[in-house]
């Protein structure tokens, strides 16, 4: 058996181990990235796009592979080449601009942005406003629809949370730590609202108050939003991994 300090030492070019070790490596890459290829994307997606275009893209891809991109990444990515073919967006302009937020993504991200996509595609279903009704009956009928509905939609999302594998996932998109790293993507913009509690109070000091220097006392809400990058991509690329990657 091999151990993981020989391999560590050992993979250096020249070697004859090395030389095993990667080209054994690579062709599991292959063999990987073919199987993916053949499930996501359709005969005849480069068909409609100019040569260097083609050229441009495929290699992109093969980067991608070299360069040990995840599994559920790659299929992203393939994915994002049949979505654009599909809109006649494919280019290598349009996909070199998703490719990169794609191939940065970890598992965790990809499932938050799996969760959000669902969102805008199936938003919760909103409030009855009792006062546009005449009379209570009225009412009570559409609460009845109401709530009919609101339970289909919230069986539907723990359904899809529990496809994706996040069971734990919250359907808001109130800031929280999970979105830090997200901010990077440009997918996401943050709202930062501060309410304002009680009166401006002046700061005391050794000389009395200053009314011109006060304490505010206030509250700060953050809130991410999508942005125009987000609505974009969300209509090229399913990001639903619904079976199990590596």
């Known amino acids: 058996m091999v151990t993981l300090l020989e391999t560590l030492t050992s993979i250096v070019p020249g070697g004859d181990f090395a030389d095993k070790v990667i080209q ?18 359709r005969d005849g997606v480069f068909d409609n796009i100019d040569v260097d275009d083609r050229i441009s893209i495929s290699y992109r891809l093969w980067r991608a592979i070299s360069e040990g991109t995840a599994k559920s990444n790659l299929r992203l990515l393939c994915r994002l080449v049949q979505g654009l073919s599909d809109k006649k967006m494919l280019t290598i302009s349009t996909f070199s601009k998703f490719a990169s937020i794609i191939e940065s993504l970890t598992e965790d991200e990809i499932k938050i942005i799996a969760k959000d996509i669902w969102l805008y595609n199936n938003p919760m279903p909103k409030n009855i406003d009792k006062t546009i009704f005449s009379n209570n009956e009225d009412y009570e009928k559409e609460l009845v629809k109401y709530n009919k509905l609101k339970k289909e939609w919230q069986h539907s999302f723990s359904s899809f949370l529990q496809e994706i594998g996040a069971p734990n996932l919250l359907p808001y998109v109130y800031f929280t730590e999970e979105y830090y790293s997200l901010l990077r993507t440009g997918l996401y913009g943050l709202d930062i609202d501060v309410y304002s509690k009680g009166s401006l109070n002046p700061i005391y000091n050794d000389y009395g108050s200053d009314e011109t220097n006060v304490d505010i006392n206030a509250e700060t809400e953050m809130k991410v939003y999508f942005t125009s990058l987000f609505i974009e991509l969300q209509k090229y690329v399913n990001f639903l991994i619904s079976y199990p990657v590596s």
């Open 24 to 41: 054994d490596w690579k062709e599991r890459k292959i063999r990987e990235a073919q199987e993916i290829f053949l499930m996501e994307i």
